[in-house]
């Protein structure tokens, strides 16, 4: 019989280098402590830029394509050794055909969404687990924009929009049997 936890999954989109900058660095911690905490499958994702792709050719952006801007920030770094990284081209985990796959294979069906940022690759891989029929789930408090607050509540007010208001969760909303409450001594 499946359970919650075998049916959810944490994706950390693109906390890297690149994306952790003075507007989005508050999320990290939150970050580091809830994937300590997740009971079962965690997924980070990365973003990787290439020569002449659309970020490049349209947007006029050629940052991210070597380390250390690809590299996963170092404080989540001891935590990729239990979780999967996958690396992806694009701004939703779901636009590249190896991450829809993977969440396929696993029979992921809740997807918790937190990372960097929530107006693009967030709200991208969010909206894609929607167009999958899945569930998703975006953790605003642990979700960030690296072009500051505003951007963040803009992007958080388009995902209200595209997936539903009910969809929008904090950490503390998160059950217990997916993210194990601290306890007061943790604290």
């Known amino acids: 019989m499946s359970t919650a936890l075998d049916r959810s999954v944490l994706v950390v989109v693109d906390v890297q280098n690149a994306f952790v900058r003075p507007a989005s660095a508050h999320v990290v911690p ?4 809830l994937v300590e905490r997740w009971q079962g499958d965690v997924l980070f994702s990365r973003y990787i ?8 050719r349209l947007v006029r952006w050629s940052a ?3 380390s250390p801007e690809i590299d996963i920030v170092d404080e989540l770094q001891p935590h990729t050794a239990r979780a999967l990284v996958i690396d ?16 396929a294979e696993r029979g992921w069906r809740d997807i918790y969404v937190c990372g960097i940022a929530t107006e693009s690759c ?9 167009e999958a029929d899945l ?53």
Not at 49 to 56: A, I, L
Not at 88 to 103: M, Q, T
């Open 30 to 33: 939150v970050i580091a402590d």
């Open 49 to 56: 830029n290439y020569p002449g792709s659309p970020f490049e």
């Open 64 to 66: 991210c394509m070597t």
């Open 88 to 103: 992806k081209r694009g701004y939703g985990l779901f636009a590249d055909p190896a991450g829809a796959a993977l969440v």
């Open 122 to 130: 967030v709200l991208a891989t969010a909206l894609g687990a929607f």
């Open 135 to 187: 569930t998703p789930w975006l953790i605003a408090d642990a979700s960030a924009s690296h072009a500051g607050p505003d951007v963040h509540d803009a992007g958080l007010l388009v995902a209200r929009r595209f997936i539903g208001q009910g969809q929008i969760i904090s950490v503390a909303d998160i059950p217990a049997s997916l993210a194990a409450p601290r306890l007061p001594c943790d604290a």
